[in-house]
C-alpha cells in the first residue's frame, strides 16, 4: 500500500510490470521463490567476475548487449548449494558452459562482495558467512547467478546478457531533438523509482562540511528534488537515514550521522509544501556500508544520506 502511493514514482515507471510480463526468464526460478527485483536494459554492458577476487586482481570478463536482471527470494531452508546446483543445471540444459563456481573465500570473501554488481536492498541481501556464486556463458550469451541467505530466506540474484548489437537510435544528421529532461527532472526520476524498487533512495549529491552536520551550499538542488518527492506523496512519512565511513570510533560516528540525518530532515519539513513531523531521522554510523572502507572512493560513497520508507 505505502508503495502503490508513490503515484509520482508509479507514473514515472508505468508499463514496468507489463515489461515483466514479456521478460520471463527461461531459466526458471526455484519452487515457491518471490520475484523481488527486475529490471531490463535494451543495451548495456555487465563486468562478469570470472575468478576470486583479491584487493590486487579483479578478474571480470565485460560482456555488451541486452541486458537482464532478476532476484528472487524464498521462505525456508533451501541452501545456497541447492540453488546453485538447480541453475547450474538448467543453465546447462539451455547449452551453457559452467566458466567459474565459488562459495564464501573461494570468490574472495569481502573483496567479492564489494568488488560485483549486487541489486541494492531490500530486493536482494547478502550475507558473508553464506554465499555461492556460478558464472555461465555460450555463443553470444552469458550469465551469473548470486545466491545468499539472511533473516530465514534465500536470496537469488540472476544477470543475463544476450550479446546483441547496439541498436541504432541516432536520428538523421541535423535533425536531433532538444534535450526534454533537466538534471534535476533525472534526479527526480531515480529518487522516485528507486523508492518505488528498493524502498530506500540514497540521496547523492547531499554533501556537508567536513566532521560536522552543516550541509553545504551544492546540496540544495538535491533537497530541492527529494521536497518535491514529498509533495507529491503527502500521505507518506519517510525515515531519514544518516551514513558515515569507518574512519574513528562507532559511537562518535552513530551521533554524527544521527545530526546529519536531523539536519537533512529539518530542511525538508522547512520546504513550501512538506509539513512536519513526515521526517524521522536516524543514525547508524558505518554500520551500513554501500562499499568498501579500503579506499577514498568507497568511503566517499559511504558517507551519505538516505530516505526510507518504514
Given at each position: ?47 562478469l567476475p570470472t575468478g576470486r577476487f ?67 536492498p531490500p530486493a536482494m541481501r547478502f ?184
Amino acid at each position: 500500500m505505502i508503495r502503490a502511493a508513490l503515484a509520482l514514482a508509479l507514473a514515472l515507471l508505468a508499463g514496468a510490470a507489463a515489461a515483466q510480463e514479456e521478460a520471463a526468464p527461461e531459466f526458471g526460478a526455484l519452487e515457491g521463490a518471490e520475484l523481488s527485483h527486475f529490471l531490463t536494459r535494451s543495451f548495456d554492458e555487465y563486468a562478469l567476475p570470472t575468478g576470486r577476487f583479491t584487493r590486487e586482481e579483479k578478474p571480470v570478463r565485460v560482456v555488451e548487449g541486452a541486458v537482464r536482471e532478476f532476484v528472487y527470494r524464498l521462505e525456508g531452508e533451501t541452501s545456497t548449494l541447492e540453488a546453485i546446483r538447480n541453475y547450474g543445471r538448467r543453465f546447462e540444459e539451455l547449452g551453457y558452459d559452467i566458466l567459474f563456481e565459488c562459495a564464501g573465500d573461494e570468490c574472495g570473501g569481502f573483496d567479492f562482495r564489494f568488488g560485483t554488481y549486487l541489486v541494492e536492498p531490500p530486493a536482494m541481501r547478502f550475507d558473508l558467512a553464506d554465499f555461492r556464486y556460478l558464472a555461465v556463458e555460450a555463443e553470444g550469451r552469458a550469465a551469473s547467478v548470486t545466491a545468499s541467505r539472511q533473516g530465514g530466506r534465500l536470496y537469488v540474484q540472476i544477470v543475463a546478457v544476450a550479446g546483441e548489437a547496439a541498436p541504432e537510435r541516432m536520428t538523421p544528421a541535423g535533425a536531433a531533438p532538444a534535450p526534454r529532461a533537466k538534471p534535476g527532472e533525472a534526479r527526480l526520476y531515480e529518487i522516485a523509482r528507486r523508492l518505488t524498487e528498493d524502498g530506500a533512495a540514497p540521496l547523492d549529491g547531499i554533501a556537508f562540511e567536513a566532521g560536522s552536520a552543516q550541509l553545504t551550499a551544492e546540496s540544495g538542488p538535491v533537497l530541492d528534488e527529494v521536497a518535491k518527492v514529498l509533495r507529491a506523496n503527502p500521505d507518506l512519512s519517510f525515515l531519514v537515514v544518516g551514513h558515515t565511513d569507518n574512519e574513528g570510533a562507532l559511537t562518535p560516528n552513530i551521533a554524527l550521522s544521527l545530526k546529519r540525518a536531523e539536519a537533512v530532515a529539518a530542511r525538508l519539513e522547512a520546504a513550501e509544501g512538506v509539513g512536519s513531523g513526515r521526517l524521522i531521522p536516524y543514525g547508524v554510523g558505518f554500520l551500513a556500508p554501500r562499499a568498501s572502507n579500503m579506499s577514498e572512493e568507497g568511503r566517499a560513497l559511504n558517507r551519505r544520506v538516505e530516505l526510507v520508507l518504514p
